[in-house]
């Protein structure tokens, strides 16, 4: 008998002791003390990830990060500027990829034309023709390979943190509409030059990276470095806005759009550690406490946030179909999206001019101010002597 009784408190210690293990590989969640219990508390920094590591669940970034590579090969390819621009290239070595000269395109890029034949925006294109197909296709695509690269280099660098943090369901949502909200804020200020929005997902991202900091920011350890990292990238890609063909406002309604998200979506994935005489219950009813303390994770905040999501979202598809364009009433809103400089031109000026075929040699004279220039050939299509025209013109 007394074998036996020693055998059975051997099992109880052994099952005490695994308990006590599988408790101390949870992570930790600081919640109010209450009385008559203990709990740990425990910081984090913010880019480390707290919860069950994820390294196999980032593959929505990457898909988004494919899909944009492939949509500016796509557009390099149609724009051949060794053909179209006859050899008037920059890195005339690439051939068929090579991009249009720095003075028309300062991001290494294709010509306007080429932007608006894969579905930029463009005011006319909005007002007149009603294309409104070009709300979906701009934010895929890239005003140059400098934006490109600086682009998706700081999807990579946030995006893959948000998404181990949080899982790639909400990360995607959140890159999904931050970059169509950008897309509409876009069309609000669009004027008559082709614009692309690829930088509204990212600046998405960034807002939904600062409300999620600011929710949990007694949890942090580096939340200050956090805010430097995101004020740098934000400074940076707003910078490369101010150039042509890449659109700020699109920037804007990302990060409106990504930070109202963010409070509606990212909410604290974490979990407590109970007191030990609570320790049976909790094994026994560890997910389902978890979910249900989630879902109540401060509810008021996530529902007045998708109240305003859902407002902002509704408001700017009302206004874009009403054919509301704000930059005819706000003069200096133009200077958001492109700073006028001598190496390029924003482009957003009606240009007429006048052609003359002689001798294989192409004569275009502006109507605006007189300049004309010949070029040594004449087999050019009309939408690149649009662009012609309008450089020639600026």
């Known amino acids: 008998m007394a074998d036996s009784a020693s055998q059975l408190q051997t099992q109880i210690e052994i099952k005490r002791s695994h308990q006590e293990k599988e408790l101390a590989n949870l992570p930790i969640i600081t919640f109010p003390e209450t009385q008559g219990q203990e709990y740990h508390k425990a910081k ?16 929505v970034i990457s898909v988004f990060v494919i899909l944009h590579v492939v949509a500016f090969a796509a557009t390099m390819a149609v724009n051949d500027c ?27 890029g294709p010509s306007a034309s080429t932007l608006d034949q894969m ?6 294109f909005l007002k007149e023709y009603h294309h409104t197909w070009r709300l979906f296709t701009c934010p895929w695509l890239h005003a140059g390979f400098i934006h490109l690269i600086l682009n998706l280099g700081c999807i990579v660098l946030v995006g893959i943190h948000l998404e181990k943090e949080f899982g790639p ?65 934000s400074t940076i890609n707003f910078a490369i806005g101010l150039l042509p063909y890449v659109d700020n406002f699109s920037s804007i309604g990302g990060f409106i759009s990504g930070f109202l998200l963010g409070f509606t979506l990212l909410f604290t994935p974490q979990t ?24 109540l994770d401060r509810p008021i905040m996530r529902s007045v946030s998708l109240l305003l999501f859902v407002l902002v979202i509704l408001g700017f598809l009302a206004a874009v179909l009403q054919g509301l364009n704000i930059s005819q009433y706000c003069k200096w809103c133009k200077y958001i999206d492109c700073v006028p400089s001598k190496r390029w031109s924003c482009n957003d000026i009606t240009t007429n001019c006048e052609t003359i075929v002689s001798n294989s040699q192409l004569t275009m004279t502006c109507m605006g101010h007189g300049n004309f220039r010949v070029f040594p050939y004449t087999n050019i299509s009309q939408a690149r002597m649009k662009d012609l025209c309008t450089l020639l013109c600026s």
């Open 169 to 233: 369901v909400r990360i995607g949502i959140i890159y999904i509409f931050s970059a169509f909200v950008g897309s509409l804020a876009a069309a609000l200020f669009v004027q008559n030059s082709p614009v692309v929005c690829a930088s509204g997902s990212l600046f998405g991202l960034l807002g939904a990276m600062l409300s999620g900091l600011i929710r949990n920011w007694n949890f942090y350890t580096d939340k200050f470095a956090a805010i430097v990292l995101l004020f740098f990238v």
């Open 119 to 124: 579905g930029a925006l463009r005011q006319t």
């Open 272 to 295: 407590r550690i109970v007191a030990h005489s609570k320790a049976g219950i909790f094994e026994h009813n560890v997910k389902s406490s978890i979910n249900f303390k989630l879902k």
């Open 44 to 59: 984090a920094p913010f880019f480390k990830s707290r919860g069950r590591k994820r390294g196999t669940d980032t593959w």
């Open 82 to 108: 060794w053909r179209n621009s006859h050899g008037d290239c920059a890195l005339k070595m690439l051939g068929r990829l090579s991009f249009q000269p720095i003075s028309e395109n300062p991001l290494l």
